[in-house]
């Protein structure tokens, strides 16, 4: 069973989170039997193509290659919107692309549901992401390196986030956060995968030049387990996600996360993680050290759950199921 992966990760791209989930997945089906993968192959006789992303070199690609294609909905319309300049016009292009493909995968039940919605008659199958467990574990050596890389003294608490720097992602939240909690560092790990297109891009950058010292912007790095390392506490406060995979690594790295209360987040991690609706609720979180520990303790358990090796096999069953093998 001859299987291609396909995902547009150049340049920037390469952090964004359906890169991520692609290279993680690719990861675990290469060491199992009965198939064979390529990496961003060239058209050729492939039995599938998996498409993580729908851009214009993914479609290319997709008009010149053979077999089944599938494509993973990482993104969807409905998390476009304070995202993306331009949202509306993009999403009306959703369901035409989808069309284009012989059957998606959903990764969350919201998701799903949305997908579902747009194209009722389009086959689609509900694989929710994974992570490795075996990467993303706590390192004391990396998260003392982070902390001294950015001054973080000895005994501060971290407040981490791991995003795009936009607003769907909540990062209004996270800035004013940061100014009611001087005696904390905030760290936002993230930066702008898709340039003056994203949404209010000249806005954000210029609160960046102007926030607290307790404010640290890192941008991209290669190793993002030292960062994870590195924090006490992980704020997820995005407005919407079709999963939220930093949430699932953070847990698997020990650490209590706080998270908006969305349906999504919700369906997905259930009681493991603290929800907040307004800020007020996330600074009382925050400052609960009490609590905090509890739900850190239960972190890592619960990342069992999604391991990366069951959503490997499930994609493995699909493949053969699509395949008639």
Same mark, same amino acid.
């Given at each position: 069973?001859?299987?291609?992966?396909?995902?547009?990760?150049?340049?920037?791209?390469?952090?964004?989170?359906?890169?991520?989930?692609?290279?993680?997945?690719?990861?675990?089906?290469?060491?199992?039997?009965?198939?064979?993968?390529?990496? +961003? &192959? *060239?058209? /050729?006789?492939?039995? @599938?193509?998996?498409? #993580?992303?729908?851009?214009? !070199?993914?479609?290319?690609?997709?008009?010149?290659?053979?077999?089944?294609?599938?494509?993973?909905?990482?993104?969807?319309?409905?998390?476009?919107?304070?995202?993306?300049?331009?949202?509306?016009?993009?999403?009306?292009?959703?369901?035409?692309?989808?069309?284009?493909?012989?059957?998606?995968?959903?990764?969350?039940?919201?998701?799903?549901?949305?997908?579902?919605?747009?194209?009722?008659?389009?086959?689609?199958?509900?694989?929710?992401?994974?992570?490795?467990?075996?990467?993303?574990?706590?390192?004391?050596?990396?998260?003392?390196?982070?902390?001294?890389?950015?001054?973080?003294?000895?005994?501060?608490?971290?407040?981490?986030?791991?995003?795009?720097?936009?607003?769907? +992602? &909540? *990062?209004? /939240?996270?800035?004013? @956060?940061?100014?009611? #909690?001087?005696?904390?560092? !905030?760290?936002?790990?993230?930066?702008?995968?898709?340039?003056?297109?994203?949404?209010?891009?000249?806005?954000?950058?210029?609160?960046?030049?102007?926030?607290?010292?307790?404010?640290?912007?890192?941008?991209?790095?290669?190793?993002?387990?030292?960062?994870?390392?590195?924090?006490?506490?992980?704020?997820?406060?995005?407005?919407?996600?079709?999963?939220?995979?930093?949430?699932?690594?953070?847990?698997?790295?020990?650490?209590?996360?706080?998270?908006?209360?969305?349906?999504?987040?919700?369906?997905?991690?259930?009681?493991?993680?603290?929800?907040?609706?307004?800020?007020?609720?996330?600074?009382?979180?925050?400052?609960?050290?009490?609590?905090?520990?509890?739900?850190?303790?239960?972190?890592?358990?619960?990342?069992?759950?999604?391991?990366?090796?069951?959503?490997?096999?499930?994609?493995?069953?699909?493949?053969?199921?699509?395949?008639?093998?």
């Amino acid at each position: 069973m001859k299987i291609n992966f396909y995902v547009e990760d150049m340049l920037f791209f390469k952090y964004i989170g359906c890169a991520t989930v692609a290279k993680t997945l690719y990861g675990q089906l290469s060491t199992m039997d009965g198939i064979e993968l390529r990496w +961003k &192959g *060239l058209p /050729d006789n492939d039995d @599938l193509v998996h498409y #993580h992303t729908f851009g214009p !070199f993914a479609l290319l690609h997709r008009r010149l290659s053979r077999g089944k294609k599938i494509l993973t909905a990482h993104s969807t319309p409905r998390i476009n919107v304070g995202n993306l300049a331009l949202a509306s016009r993009i999403n009306k292009h959703y369901p035409k692309i989808y069309r284009k493909f012989d059957h998606l995968v959903t990764i969350s039940r919201p998701c799903h549901e949305e997908v579902t919605e747009i194209l009722p008659e389009m086959p689609a199958t509900y694989i929710p992401n994974g992570v490795n467990r075996n990467y993303f574990r706590k390192d004391h050596e990396k998260g003392v390196v982070f902390r001294t890389l950015h001054g973080i003294p000895d005994g501060q608490d971290v407040v981490l986030s791991v995003a795009q720097l936009t607003p769907r +992602k &909540g *990062l209004y /939240d996270f800035l004013a @956060l940061a100014n009611q #909690h001087p005696d904390k560092t !905030f760290v936002w790990m993230g930066g702008f995968p898709y340039g003056a297109l994203s949404k209010d891009w000249r806005r954000i950058r210029h609160l960046k030049r102007r926030c607290g010292e307790n404010l640290i912007f890192p941008g991209y790095i290669e190793d993002i387990v030292s960062a994870y390392s590195a924090a006490d506490i992980f704020l997820m406060p995005s407005f919407a996600e079709t999963f939220g995979l930093v949430i699932l690594e953070a847990l698997s790295c020990g650490l209590p996360v706080i998270a908006r209360d969305i349906p999504e987040f919700r369906d997905i991690f259930g009681d493991a993680v603290l929800y907040f609706g307004t800020r007020q609720e996330a600074t009382d979180l925050i400052q609960d050290k009490t609590l905090l520990s509890r739900y850190q303790s239960g972190a890592r358990p619960f990342s069992a759950g999604y391991d990366i090796r069951d959503s490997a096999q499930k994609h493995l069953e699909l493949y053969r199921e699509l395949l008639g093998t």
